[in-house]
C-alpha cells in the first residue's frame, strides 16, 4: 500500500500571493496526478507527472522521483483558487489519494 | 469527446433500498475505476473494470457492493440494501488503454435516510 501524505491541509492566503502544496509517497509509482475539487462539485485532472516539472498556465507542478515528493505551486492567487487540492499516486492498478489540501484565496 | 458522464448526480434511498449508480465512460475507453469519498474523508479505490472482466475489487467492501462493466452500456455500480454510511459521493473515472491517465466523472452523491 502506498502512503500519501498532503502538507498543509489547509490554507488561507491573500489574492496574488504564491502558494505551494507539498505530497509525500511512500513507495514508487507510475505517476503522480494533482487533482482539484470544488466544494459540493466534480474532480478535474491538474497534472499527470511522471518525472521532472510540468506548467498550465499559473499552475506548476513538479516531482522527484529519488525523493518521491512533489509539490504543486500556484502563482498570482486568485480566489477563483479556492478548491480542494488533492495528489494521487499511480501504483499498480490503483490511486492512493491524499487527504487533500484546502485553500481559500481572500480577495 | 464527451467527458466521463454519472447520473444520476444525487441519489436518495431510503435504508434497505438499493442504489444503482451509472458511468459512462469517455469515448474509446474501455476502463472504468469506481473510487468513493465518505464524508470529511478522501477518495478511496474501490474497483478497476475493463469490458466483461473486473480487474481488481481490492477496495470494494465485501458485502452488499457489486460493479460491473458489460459489453454494451454503462458501467454500474450497484449497492443492495443501503445503510446511513453509504451515504458518500461516488465518483468513477475512465482511462484509455494506458493506465495511469485517468479522467473523472462528476460524481453521484448517495444520501441513505
Known amino acids: 500500500k502506498n502512503e500519501v501524505e498532503q502538507s498543509p491541509q489547509n490554507l488561507t492566503a491573500q489574492e496574488g500571493e504564491f502558494i505551494t502544496i507539498n505530497c509525500s509517497y511512500s513507495?514508487?509509482?507510475?505517476?503522480l496526478h494533482w487533482l482539484q475539487q470544488h466544494p459540493g462539485g466534480g474532480i478535474v485532472s491538474l497534472f499527470m507527472l511522471s518525472s521532472g516539472k510540468k506548467k498550465h498556465g499559473r499552475l506548476i507542478a513538479t516531482i522527484n522521483i529519488q525523493e518521491k515528493h512533489s509539490s504543486l505551486h500556484i502563482t498570482a492567487s486568485h480566489p477563483r483558487d479556492s478548491a480542494v487540492y488533492i495528489c494521487?499516486?499511480?501504483?499498480?492498478?490503483?490511486?492512493?489519494f491524499g487527504t487533500g489540501t484546502s485553500l481559500t484565496v481572500i480577495p | 469527446n464527451a467527458g466521463v458522464m454519472q447520473n444520476p448526480r444525487h441519489l436518495v434511498r431510503r435504508r434497505g433500498q438499493e442504489a444503482r449508480l451509472r458511468c459512462s465512460p469517455m469515448?474509446?475507453?474501455?476502463?472504468v475505476y469506481w473510487y468513493r469519498q465518505l464524508p470529511e474523508e478522501g477518495l478511496k479505490f474501490m474497483v478497476y473494470?475493463?469490458?466483461?472482466?473486473?480487474?481488481?475489487e481490492s477496495g470494494m467492501p465485501k458485502e452488499r457492493f457489486s460493479a460491473e462493466f458489460p459489453k454494451e452500456g454503462p458501467s454500474i455500480l450497484r449497492i443492495q440494501q443501503v445503510v446511513r454510511g453509504d451515504s458518500a459521493a461516488y465518483f468513477c473515472?475512465?482511462?484509455?488503454?494506458?493506465?495511469?491517465?485517468?479522467?473523472f466523472g462528476p460524481g453521484t452523491r448517495l444520501t441513505v435516510t
Open positions: 494521487a499516486s499511480a501504483t499498480g492498478n490503483q490511486f492512493y
Open positions: 473494470l475493463q469490458k466483461e472482466n473486473i480487474i481488481d
Open positions: 513507495v514508487g509509482i507510475s505517476a
Open positions: 473515472a475512465s482511462s484509455p488503454d494506458s493506465f495511469p491517465e485517468q479522467y
Open positions: 469515448k474509446g475507453h474501455s476502463h
